[in-house]
């Protein structure tokens, strides 16, 4: 698996699920705009590329390579919206349904 160094470039991973599922209530209850819709928490490139367990290539830094994102989810939560799976308990998932390999 390839990261860009250094590795350390948060991000907010969310389950398309929970962003549509806040798409509605946007649309239901909310008026203007700026409603940020994402997970509560954000991990480096290089956290999540050790969640597959796999190993890890380091590519060289790129520029203008963002260090790091952020989201003000404050209006979408006070609409009631919050993010309900997160994504270190995705790749478990999807990594206890795929990996190992079964031999047929």
Same mark, same amino acid.
């Given at each position: 698996m390839? =990261? =860009?160094a250094p590795g350390t470039q948060k991000r907010?991973?969310?389950y398309i699920d929970d962003i549509v599922d806040g &798409?509605? =209530? =946007?649309? !239901? $209850?909310?008026?203007?705009? #700026?409603f940020g819709l994402g997970a509560e928490k954000s991990h480096s490139i290089l956290e999540i590329a050790k969640l597959f367990?796999? #190993?890890i290539e380091m590519l060289p830094e790129r520029k203008g390579n963002? $260090? !790091?994102s952020k989201l003000n989810a404050a *209006?979408?939560? $006070? &609409?009631g919206w919050r993010a309900k799976r997160n994504i270190e308990d995705y790749i478990k !998932?999807?990594? *206890? $349904?795929?990996?190992?390999p079964t031999l047929s």
């Open positions: 390839t =990261v =860009v907010i991973f969310t &798409l509605l =209530v =946007v649309g !239901e $209850k909310g008026v203007g705009d #700026e367990n796999f #190993e963002r $260090k !790091e *209006k979408s939560n $006070k &609409l !998932e999807i990594t *206890k $349904k795929t990996y190992p």
